[in-house]
């Protein structure tokens, strides 16, 4: 694979509405942010790294751990965060941005790789494993060209596609039958969609919490999912909860 400028863009922000400065809740004397972010760091694809948070006050919490982390940040919309991730991206104008949010603590670094090498490698404009889920919810990378978010920044003008960042260039993707991005889906050869690795309530917060007081915070995703198959009660803990909750509610809302 030739030299390629890959930014990757972590979202962070104080006020979610389901579980309020999640990002900043804290396992063994490290926030989610931290987890997420010194996991993430390990991949050996990405070239920059850049934190976009918003203009709430508390947000100054969020670019502390950036740059505590060595991490450069940047501070934009609450809620338009297509323009906060293009804004973000523009100084650098790289040939791919990751994009991944900080509700993913136990993030795998290899499956971030995984995803940047196959779109890159296949000139693909847009690649993704969430695109239709095999990995567990909250494993999800994806992985586009600059151009491809410049073009949905002028283009998006749904309130869910400026709140979600991607729905614009994965609904407009070939994979979903459409013409304007050449996409990739990058699926796991077994189907693990229904375990829960992110953090959106209290319970998905309880689970993360006793896996990484039981099994620290060096494992690989597949070690986690195996640990809950042989606890069955800690699946229980979040099993209520629906993938892409947030994006369902945007779409109502529209």
Not at 100 to 111: A, G, M, R, V
Not at 122 to 138: K, R
Not at 205 to 228: A, P, Q
């Amino acid at each position: 694979m030739e030299k390629m400028n890959i930014l990757c863009i972590v979202q962070a922000r104080i006020g979610s509405t389901r579980l309020p400065r999640k990002v900043l809740k804290n396992i063994n004397g490290k926030t989610l942010l931290e987890i997420h972010l010194e996991r993430a760091l390990k991949s050996k694809k990405i070239t920059k790294w850049k934190v976009a948070t918003t203009t709430e006050d508390e947000a100054v919490k969020i670019v502390a751990i950036a740059k505590k982390l060595g991490l450069e940040s940047f501070r934009g919309s609450v809620n338009d965060v297509l323009e906060r991730y293009y804004y973000a991206a523009l100084p650098d104008k790289p040939d791919y941005i990751v994009r991944l949010t900080s509700d993913c603590p136990l993030i795998d670094p290899f499956e971030i790789d995984n995803v940047i090498e196959k779109c890159i490698n296949g000139n693909y404009d847009y690649a993704s494993n969430a695109l239709e889920p095999t990995f567990p919810d909250g494993i999800d990378a994806e992985v586009f060209k600059f151009s491809v978010l410049e073009k949905a920044y002028r283009k998006a003008t749904l309130k869910s596609d400026r709140e979600h960042v991607t729905p614009y260039i994965w609904r407009n993707s070939s994979v979903k039958g459409g013409k304007m991005f050449r996409s990739l889906s990058v699926k796991y050869h077994k189907d693990f969609s229904k375990y829960r690795l992110t953090v959106d309530t209290k319970d998905d917060f309880d689970l993360i919490e006793k896996l990484v007081l039981d099994l620290g915070l060096n494992k690989k995703w597949l070690e986690y999912v195996d640990y809950l198959n042989k606890n069955p009660d800690l699946m229980s803990i979040n099993a209520k909860h629906k993938r892409n909750e947030g994006y369902q509610k945007s779409l109502e809302n529209d």
